[in-house]
C-alpha cells in the first residue's frame, strides 16, 4: 500500500516569511497527491492536487506544490505566510481507484508576529 | 462546505459498551471513509464503502464494523469500546475517479 512521510513534526516561521513544508510518498504507480489544511477543531480542507499534467499546482490560499517524481516528494510552498495560516498540514497520498488514501502525520504551522 | 453531517459530534462511554457513530451526506457520492485521528499518526483509514452494502477494512479496522444500508448513511460501529479508540473520528466522502475527498468536522470519542 502507499503510504506517506512528513519529515516535520513542527514549524515556525514569522509572518511574511516564505514557506516549504516537505512530503514524501511511496507507491509503485502514478499516485494521486494532495495537500489538506485543518485548523483547530475543524475537519480538514483540500488545499490542492495533483492527479497528472504539469507537476506544479496551484491551490488556494496562495498555495502551491510541486511533484517530482524522481524524489518521491510533494512538497507544498507559500511565497508568504499569513498570521492566518497557522494550522496543521496534511500530505496525502491516493491510489488509482482512490478508495485508500493515506495520509501523513501532520506538520503544525506556527506563525510568528 | 459538502454536504456531510456526522453525529454526535461529541461522545463519552464506558469500556465495554457499544457505541455507533452516523456519517449522513447528501451529495450522492460513491465512496464514503471513516478515519481515525491521533497525535502523531496523521488519518488512519478505518473501513471504507464503495458503494451500498460494499465495504472493506483500511490499515486500522480491528475492533469497529461498519454498514451502509443507504448511500447517504455510513455507520461506524464500535462493538465493545476501549479507552485505545479514544480519538477524533473523521468522515469523507468522494466521488468516482479522481475526485478529492471531502471531510466532515469530526466525532471526538472518549472511551472512560
Known amino acids: 500500500a502507499q503510504s506517506v512521510t512528513q519529515p516535520d513534526i513542527h514549524i515556525t516561521v514569522s509572518e511574511g516569511a516564505s514557506l516549504e513544508l516537505r512530503c514524501n510518498y511511496s507507491?509503485?504507480?502514478?499516485?494521486?497527491l494532495f495537500w489538506y489544511v485543518q485548523s483547530p477543531g475543524q475537519g480538514l480542507q483540500l488545499l490542492l492536487k495533483y492527479f497528472s499534467g504539469d507537476t506544479l499546482v496551484q491551490g488556494i490560499k496562495g498555495f502551491e506544490a510541486e511533484f517530482k517524481r524522481s524524489q518521491s516528494s510533494f512538497n507544498l510552498r507559500k511565497p508568504s505566510v499569513h498570521w492566518s495560516d497557522a494550522a496543521e498540514y496534511f500530505c496525502a497520498v491516493g491510489a488509482d481507484n482512490n478508495n485508500d488514501m493515506r495520509f501523513g502525520a501532520g506538520t503544525r504551522l506556527t506563525v510568528k508576529p | 462546505d459538502a454536504g456531510i453531517t456526522q453525529s454526535p459530534r461529541h461522545k463519552v462511554t464506558e469500556t465495554g459498551t457499544p457505541v455507533t457513530l452516523r456519517c449522513h451526506q447528501t451529495?450522492?457520492?460513491?465512496?464514503m471513509y471513516w478515519y481515525r485521528q491521533d497525535p502523531g499518526h496523521g488519518l488512519r483509514l478505518i473501513h471504507y464503502s464503495y458503494g451500498v452494502k460494499d465495504t472493506d477494512k483500511g490499515e486500522v479496522s480491528d475492533g469497529y464494523s461498519v454498514s451502509r444500508s443507504k448511500t447517504e448513511d455510513f455507520l461506524l460501529t464500535l462493538e465493545s469500546a476501549t479507552s485505545s479508540q479514544t480519538s477524533v473520528y473523521f468522515c469523507?466522502?468522494?466521488?468516482?475517479?479522481?475526485?478529492?475527498?471531502?471531510f466532515g468536522q469530526g466525532t471526538r470519542l472518549t472511551v472512560v
Open positions: 451529495e450522492n457520492h460513491r465512496y
Open positions: 507507491y509503485g504507480a502514478t499516485p494521486y
Open positions: 469523507a466522502i468522494s466521488g468516482q475517479g479522481d475526485t478529492e475527498a471531502f
